[in-house]
């Protein structure tokens, strides 16, 4: 039996050997004859032309030419130089065909810095420069940001711009907030604030601390006082504390309850504090 098997596997290995000498001949007089470009989803850093162009297939320098002589690694390796792709895989068929995969960065922030420099930060917390080709629709931070970018692919260097992408990679990963939420400030103080698309009021998040927690408390807010009070009711909404949300009241709210008339009791309460599911509104005057 021993003897049995060997010879089996001495076959298998000759068949293949064989197999292989076969396919290597046939791809040695192969010629190229077409390249086809595969870009998955539908945010183009990268085009099909601008693939063609890094190729130099515009210049036919693949097509007519000879498999084996086609250095693949390297077309890999042009392609990953580009810092839009994340990922570029290149492979011949026995057709002929030359298959290029190319997976693009995909950006969830654009980051613009106190000196005047403007970049993306991709799903992984990386700095990419912007596009000539596309603009991608993703949150926007400003303000007191001092995370440079030297224009190359490159970590995150600050503790600021680290809870930025923390805090709008949370808001990117929830629809609500995704759709609710435009803009991310970073204030004088160097605690980030948020810009709603519904709503005139600055949302003041402090850091990336407890998000999680911290939004929860935000929607109890818009599910349970918005609807009381309305929009333009806050001017700000103070959401950085743990346990309660500290809501200020806008100036037009104010100057409406200037002009009502007075209640005749005698003494009145500095705050207003109505309780929302245990955590507190407190209207600071």
């Known amino acids: 039996m021993p003897v049995l098997y060997a010879s089996i596997w001495a076959v298998c290995l000759g068949g293949l050997f064989v197999l292989m000498s076969f396919i290597g001949i046939k791809k040695a007089s192969l010629l190229c004859r077409e390249v086809k470009v595969y870009i998955p989803g539908n945010q183009y850093f990268v085009d099909r032309q601008e693939i063609n162009s890094i190729l130099h297939i515009g210049n036919n320098s693949l097509v007519g030419k000879k498999l084996d002589e ?36 995909q950006p969830i922030l654009r980051v613009m810095n106190r000196f005047e ?32 970018f030297i224009n ?36 004088a103080n160097h605690e980030i604030e948020l810009i709603p698309r519904v709503g005139n009021q600055r949302i003041m998040l402090g850091n990336a601390d407890s998000l999680d927690k911290k939004f929860k408390n935000l929607l109890i807010f ?8 309305g929009w333009g009711a806050y001017k700000v909404i103070n959401i950085k504390y743990a346990n309660q949300i500290v809501a200020v009241k806008s ?14 009791t005698i003494a009145a309460p500095k705050a207003e504090i109505n309780q929302i599911n245990q955590d507190t509104i407190q209207n600071i005057h």
Not at 75 to 87: D, G, R, S
Not at 131 to 137: G, L
């Open 70 to 105: 086609i250095n693949i690694h390297q077309l890999e390796k042009t392609l990953q130089a580009n810092p839009f792709i994340e990922f570029a895989k290149v492979y011949a068929d026995m057709d002929g065909v030359v298959n290029v995969e190319v997976r693009q960065r």
């Open 117 to 148: 420099q403007d970049f993306y930060v991709d799903q992984h917390g990386l700095k990419i420069p912007l596009s000539s080709n596309f603009t991608a629709p993703v949150l926007v931070a400003t303000g007191n940001i001092d995370e440079i």
């Open 152 to 187: 190359r692919v490159d970590t995150l260097h600050t503790e600021m711009a680290r809870e930025l992408f923390k805090t709008a990679d949370f808001i990117r990963r929830d629809s609500l907030w995704d759709a609710q939420i435009e803009q991310i400030n970073v204030t």
């Open 222 to 229: 818009y599910q349970q006082a918005i609807p009381k009070i």
């Open 251 to 264: 100036d037009s709210l104010l100057k409406l309850e200037a002009l009502k008339p007075k209640p005749k």
